[in-house]
């Protein structure tokens, strides 16, 4: 099957509900850090934007715009712990296992098997939804998040949009 | 999440993104992705498949010892074949 075409899906979209043409992150080339030891070394951490959240949290708005929250997972919780609420996408897969968007049983696994080195103690939630205030994302959550990882010797973030 | 990968990666975290949508992750760039042709919320696979989770695990975690242009997209071998869509949803 052909990729589907998002772009032309979602700027028809926006255009229908009466915006001006939607401003996409256009980039001609990225940043690209190297690591000096191997994977089997290296301590992982994963992010998650599909709305998902521990039962014992608030759900996350569903139709949410520019919502900055950002959870933290511990990173020994139980897969079964888990509520999707997010209106951009079908979750009904990611419900019955929670793997599907945010593999945590599959990356616990891959640090016993020794092809990583640990897991992070925290592992991550957010940026989900609508994010149209991109600057904040560039001069506070990001950076917020960037020293959360750094604060746990995080090597690798694994991060899975939804 | 492909702007926050790319903010993570000037402060010295190497990230690795798992996308469904691939013309979204060729304008935004991301430093390192694997692009899954499945549907959006399935990007490790198919519901109580961890085999499959845990290649496409491997997989995206490899590109940080391979990938050596920042900007790159792996394309994942994938055998999902029922056919499916994408709403855009109400926001």
């Not at chain 1, 290296?42 to 900055?68: E, I, K, W, Y």
């Amino acid at each position: 099957m052909e990729p589907i075409r998002y772009v032309d899906i979602l700027s028809e979209h926006y255009r229908s509900q009466g915006n001006p043409p939607y401003r996409w992150s256009i980039h001609d080339d990225a940043p690209l850090h190297r690591l000096d030891k191997p994977l089997r070394e290296c301590t992982v951490s994963l992010l998650t934007s599909g709305g998902v959240s521990q039962c014992s949290m608030p759900a996350f708005d569903p139709n949410a715009r520019n919502d900055h929250r950002l959870d933290p997972i511990p990173a020994d919780a139980s897969a079964r712990d888990f509520q999707v609420h997010d209106n951009y996408y079908d979750h009904t897969d990611a419900e019955s296992d929670i793997n599907c968007i945010f593999p945590l049983e599959r990356l616990r696994e891959l640090a016993d098997r020794g092809e990583i080195g640990h897991v992070a103690p925290r592992l991550w939630s957010g940026f989900m939804g609508r994010i149209y205030n991109r600057s904040k994302v560039m001069e506070e959550s990001g950076p917020a998040f960037a020293k959360a990882l750094q604060a746990d010797n995080v090597d690798i973030l694994l991060a899975a949009p939804s | 999440m492909g702007l926050v990968c790319r903010l993570l990666e000037e402060r010295g975290i190497a990230t690795t993104y798992v996308a469904t949508g691939r013309d979204l992750t060729a304008l935004v760039k991301p430093p390192r992705a694997l692009f899954v042709n499945h549907p959006m919320g399935n990007n490790f696979g198919p519901a109580n498949d961890p085999e499959t989770q845990r290649e496409i695990v491997r997989r995206a975690l490899g590109l940080v010892e391979t990938v050596e242009v920042g900007g790159t997209i792996v394309d994942m071998p994938t055998n999902w074949t029922k056919p499916f869509a994408f709403g855009p949803g109400t926001g």
